[in-house]
């Protein structure tokens, strides 16, 4: 069956002492719980390795990114074997924020998430309408061709391997949430999706997070949703108190 993850989203926050002062909070309180799901934090590329030294192995470790070039004359990119050569077993591919302000495609990523298997890197897969989107209603094809143009073209094994974000543009760092009806609807969608291209196993298999403005106060809400196996979480997560309340909410 598929897992439960709460995923931490540091983005560009924190400078490496914070960062590891924050990991080792969150590594500390994890250790006096048995939390219902994985735990994981996505952190700067200068912090992976000093965070992954003061964690255990019950905290998984996320970069936030990584190159769509294997090595080379790449000024200022980070690889996937440089990732995982630190010990970080997942990356986030395809946030809004690297589409919006960075310019990248399906194309693009999917060449990141091939580059992501070839390293053993579990990768958290972000997709999610923007708000003019969800006004008029396309939001549906748009996210189903967010994952076919993407993903499709992996085989069900592959595909198997890769953990679903939804966020919703207009609910990142916004403090408007999708309201648990709303993720149910297009969870369940997406679920659908995958099991019309790789058979129900693979979908019903596949973690499906909810990101945008999660909090301890609705994260219970949103979990509480068959089709919602936990969160990719922004903001909320800079703090290991409310990142452990969203953890606690399964
Ligand atoms: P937020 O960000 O929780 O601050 O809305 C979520 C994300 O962008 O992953």
């Given at each position: 069956m598929r897992k439960n993850i709460?995923?931490?989203?540091?983005?560009?926050?924190?400078?490496?002492?914070e960062g590891v002062k924050l990991a080792t909070e969150v590594n500390e309180a994890l250790k006096s719980r048995t939390p219902n799901c994985d735990v994981i934090i996505g952190v700067?590329?200068?912090?992976l390795a000093s965070v992954k030294?003061?964690?255990g192995d019950n905290l998984g470790l996320s970069a936030e990114n990584c190159a769509d070039h294997e090595k080379g004359a790449y000024t200022g990119e980070v690889s996937a074997a440089m990732v995982a050569s630190t010990g970080a077993k997942y990356v986030i591919l395809g946030h809004s924020e690297r589409r919006q302000y960075y310019g990248e495609t399906s194309e693009i990523l999917k060449v990141k998430v091939e580059m992501a298997f070839a390293n053993g890197l579990t990768p958290i897969f972000c997709i999610g309408e923007v708000l003019e989107e969800r006004e008029n209603g396309t939001y549906f094809d748009v996210v189903k061709s967010q994952i076919e143009d993407a993903l499709f073209g992996f085989s069900a094994e592959d595909f198997g391997k890769i953990v679903l974000a939804y966020e919703p543009v207009w609910a990142i760092g916004t403090g408007k949430t999708a309201t648990a009806d709303q993720a149910e609807e297009i969870h369940a969608f997406i679920r659908n999706?995958?099991?019309e291209k790789y058979g129900k196993e693979v979908a019903e298999n596949t973690s499906i997070l909810y990101g945008g403005s999660c909090k301890p106060s609705n994260a219970k809400e949103?979990?509480?949703k068959p089709n919602v196996d936990g969160g990719l979480?922004?903001?909320a997560a800079l703090d290991a108190e409310s990142f452990m309340g969203i953890v606690d909410a399964f």
């Open positions: 709460v995923a931490g989203n540091w983005k560009m926050n924190t400078t490496l002492q700067p590329f200068t912090h030294a003061v964690i999706t995958i099991a949103l979990f509480a979480i922004g903001g």
